[in-house]
């Protein structure tokens, strides 16, 4: 497959006609504060009517464009969050034109435009923010050659992206030493609104669209949570998707790896008569990080953009994602995993999901201080898992069933478990924002309030084949929510303080029905809870350069309806999970070559609900887990060696650190693994919390555009329960989880007069097999990845 790729790519490129004379625009993109601005759009018009062209900034704001002739031409420049700007120039024969464009910020009533799907914003926006903010650009994802989301996200500090199969299909992401598993603790977004299927009756995440959809990842972890929800206690995770160009443009990438790996991608917009839209397309397939694994998956993704007046917005986007996949849920136990570590023996297992959303936004400048957003969304995903086995303790999990005497009747008499889902969720979400004068002091307020709905049918079948696809009906359950909330927050500008209090208040209504009991009719029960959610931070920026910040604030996330109501209909004693936050950092930029942010955090949970060891499965316990405390550091940042040895090359070297040293368990708590319920496990430290995680890159930027880097990522040891096992157990699910560093390379070639740039990547380069996960037995990491394609821009 990569070498037909290759031999594919190279044709492609070989016959694409490059006889005309042609010259390059070259130059940066760059902010109020002098900051290079990566992944800004630039579209260049001829003026004289000839053939123009787009390009994306690099991610220090560097551009090159390659142009059919000289002349006049107009460059219409958009980048995050800041206003457009337009402006002429002129391109004469043999020269290459360097030129610098600042871009300012956008005014209050220009952001239904230019950032209506951020939730940080411009980095003027980002200094007004009272926390940690950080942010990953077009131009940083384009360039890594990305295979999953888990890459993207470790390249963020205090983010812990978990990978399980192999494909980035399944996310376990934790933040500050929560536990990763099915992002549980963690809000995502996807353009400002919920992207899980139940954030707030079942937040387990089984489904995430693949990363070639999006344009930029935004990570807020402070105090400023407090305007989304009903997550706030570890952060929120922003997928941003592309912007609608203003001249049709698109592209075609195609990639193609070992393991049987094939990557399509396709992208074409443009604005017509002021309508705005862009269709996004994926198609991806390959196998796993074990045997018998292998997904395939389709993405398509479509935006409409409609301006109603000079000061109304309409915001309309359709998804749809389907996934076929031949996965299991079980990891291996420690015999299997000595045997071989790559090993799978549910062949059988299926994984079948489809989810489609719908969301709409209209945007208004009442005033031009004044802006009123609102979101209306729905999403229906299904997902069916035929599977013999949910861990490492069910060898099979139809055992001593007729025809079923172990693992030997595993492909001929074991039958399988069916675990059939279905959700629905709708929602409508009305946001005010207000600039303003009260006594004098500059003021920012934000008002908003969301009604939130979600459906549940679960269904599990036991059939009698290793193949069924129907069976005995042995769950039967209907669960509903109602999540509303409302919120507001005010910033006050006193000289070079900003001060920000805010508060949230969520009220959530669960009930749940199980169908199976009294002749069909089902026992019901129900029950809600209320929470207030209080918030403030404070920063004070001296100058344009360095930004100091401190802030506090309640975290919550409320149990899920299954955890709240028992299966009889009773009410289970089990609070929301609650802590107070505290950190205090800075945002420093000291020279336009260097940006370096450190944030010092401590969270106080009143009441963490952690599983002994399994989500969900055999052996856990799932009950209020009491007092914890999380305390760490953490920083990233970003120095460029520009024109080194004045040859207008550039070294940069780009970090993502995380410092955990306290993770454990408070106050008087025992253990929830089973047979162990009288050990004090007091002062232990929580699974799943590595105390060291790091992403370093070094990257070289050639003044012809080159781009190659190498990445180290490192991620500290853990342990799998709660009693800091070390050696591991017989099935594999408890037992130390080894620290080590994985190494990516990658390297990109534009060809400018092609408008086409190949690229090969390497992940895991040096072919570790190392343990990522014992929740339901080991998991092995991927194994080294080699992949190489084309990008076609037209």
């Known amino acids: 497959m990569l070498r037909l790729l290759l031999t594919g790519c190279f044709l492609f490129i070989f016959c694409m006609s490059a006889s005309a004379q042609r010259v390059t625009l070259s130059g940066r993109i760059v902010d109020s504060k002098g900051a290079g601005v990566g992944s800004a759009q630039i579209d260049v018009t001829n003026l004289a009517g000839g053939q123009g062209a787009s390009v994306q900034t690099d991610i220090d704001g560097s551009f090159r464009v390659s142009l059919t002739s000289t002349g006049e031409y107009e460059l219409s420049v958009k980048g995050r969050g800041l206003a457009p700007r337009k402006q002429r120039v002129t391109v004469a024969a043999a020269n290459v034109e360097a030129i610098e464009i600042q871009l300012e910020p956008a005014v209050l009533a220009q952001q239904i435009f230019v950032s209506a799907n951020l939730i940080a914003g411009a980095s003027e926006d980002i200094d007004k923010i009272p926390g940690s903010v950080e942010v990953l650009d077009a131009a940083t994802l384009r360039d890594s050659r990305l295979f999953t989301f888990d890459e993207a996200l470790r390249k963020i500090s205090g983010v812990y992206a978990r990978p399980e199969e192999g494909f980035g299909l399944r996310p376990n992401i934790g933040i500050r030493g929560i536990n990763p598993t099915r992002s549980a603790r963690v809000l995502l977004l996807e353009d400002g609104v919920p992207l899980a299927y139940a954030p707030y009756g079942d937040n387990a995440s089984y489904y995430h669209p693949p990363i070639d959809r999006f344009d930029g990842v935004e990570v807020v972890k402070g105090s400023g949570q407090v305007l989304y929800g009903p997550m706030t206690v570890g952060g929120v995770v922003n997928y941003v998707t592309p912007p609608i160009p203003d001249r049709q443009s698109g592209s075609i990438a195609i990639t193609g790896g070992n393991r049987d790996y094939l990557n399509a991608h396709g992208r074409w917009g443009g604005t017509f008569n002021g309508v705005g839209m862009l269709l996004d397309g994926v198609r991806k397939q390959g196998e796993g990080a074990r045997d018998n694994i292998r997904s395939g998956i389709n993405d398509i993704n479509f935006k409409l953009n409609a301006p109603l007046s000079a000061t109304q917005m309409v915001a309309l986007k359709i998804n749809h994602y389907d996934e076929d996949s031949r996965v299991t849920y079980s990891g291996l136990t420690l015999d299997e995993w000595q045997a071989a570590p790559r090993s799978n023996p549910f062949r059988n297992d299926s994984f079948i999901t489809q989810r489609t959303g719908l969301s709409g936004t209209h945007s208004a400048a009442l005033t031009p201080n004044a802006v009123l957003s609102t979101n209306l969304y729905y999403s229906r995903f299904t997902r069916d898992w035929w599977r013999q086995s949910s861990n490492s303790g069910q060898r099979p999990n139809r055992i001593n069933t007729p025809g079923c005497a172990g693992m030997v009747d595993l492909h001929t008499g074991c039958g399988n478990e069916g675990r059939l889902r279905e959700y629905q969720t709708w929602g409508f979400d009305p946001k005010l924002k207000v600039n303003h004068s009260w006594l004098g002091i500059r003021q920012e307020t934000d008002i908003g309030f969301r009604g939130h709905f979600e459906f549940q049918n679960r269904i599990q079948m036991n059939g009698n084949a290793p193949l069924a696809r129907t069976g005995t009906v042995v769950e039967d359950n209907r669960r509903t929510t109602q999540g509303w909330s409302g919120f507001v927050q005010n910033r006050m500008f006193l000289g070079n303080f900003v001060i920000s209090p805010g508060v949230r208040l969520e009220h959530v209504r669960f009930d749940r029905t199980n169908r199976?009991?009294?002749?069909?009719?089902?026992?019901?029960?129900?029950?809600?809870?209320?929470q207030v959610i209080p918030g403030i931070g404070?920063?004070?920026?001296?100058?344009?350069?360095?930004?100091?910040?401190?802030?506090?604030?309640?975290?919550?996330?409320?149990?899920?309806?299954?955890?709240?109501?028992?299966?009889?209909?009773?009410?289970?004693?089990?609070?929301?999970?609650?802590?107070?936050?505290?950190?205090?950092?800075?945002?420093?930029?000291?020279?336009?070559?260097?940006t370096l942010d450190a944030t010092w955090f401590r969270m106080d949970y009143q009441n963490q609900i952690i599983p002994a060891s399994l989500a969900g499965g055999v052996g856990a316990v799932l009950t209020s887990a009491g007092e914890t405390v999380h305390q760490g550091m953490e920083a990233s940042g970003r120095y460029?060696?520009?024109?080194?040895?004045?040859?207008?090359?550039?070294l940069y070297l780009r970090g993502a650190h995380t410092w955990l040293p306290t993770a454990r368990f408070e106050g008087v708590r025992f253990s929830g693994v089973s047979g162990f319920g009288n050990v004090l496990v007091t002062g232990n430290r929580l699974p799943y919390a590595s105390e060291y995680l790091s992403t370093t890159s070094l990257g070289f930027l050639h003044r012809r555009g080159v781009h190659a880097f190498i990445e180290a990522v490192h991620t500290g040891r853990q342990f799998g329960d709660d009693l800091n096992t070390v050696n591991s157990t017989p099935n594999g699910q408890r037992g130390v989880i080894p620290g080590n560093v994985l190494w990516n390379a990658t390297l990109n070639v534009p060809l400018e007069a092609q408008r086409t740039?190949?690229?090969?990547?390497?992940?895991?380069?040096?072919?570790?097999?190392?343990?990522?996960d014992r929740v339901r037995g080991i998991l092995p990491n991927s194994p080294r990845l080699i992949q190489a394609g084309f990008r076609f821009d037209f």
């Not at 910040?549 to 299954?562: D, I, L």
């Not at 460029?640 to 550039?650: A, H, P």
């Not at 740039?757 to 990522?772: E, G, W, Y």
């Open 516 to 530: 199976l009991f009294a002749g069909g009719a089902g026992v019901f029960g129900k029950a809600d809870l209320t």
């Open 757 to 772: 740039t190949l690229f090969i990547t390497a992940k895991n380069l040096t072919d570790r097999t190392v343990i990522v």
């Open 538 to 594: 404070v920063s004070y920026s001296p100058n344009q350069r360095v930004t100091f910040f401190s802030g506090v604030h309640r975290g919550f996330a409320p149990p899920r309806a299954e955890d709240i109501i028992s299966n009889s209909g009773g009410f289970v004693e089990l609070d929301p999970e609650l802590s107070w936050n505290y950190e205090a950092g800075v945002r420093t930029r000291p020279a336009n070559n260097f």
């Open 640 to 650: 460029d060696f520009r024109n080194v040895l004045g040859t207008g090359n550039s």
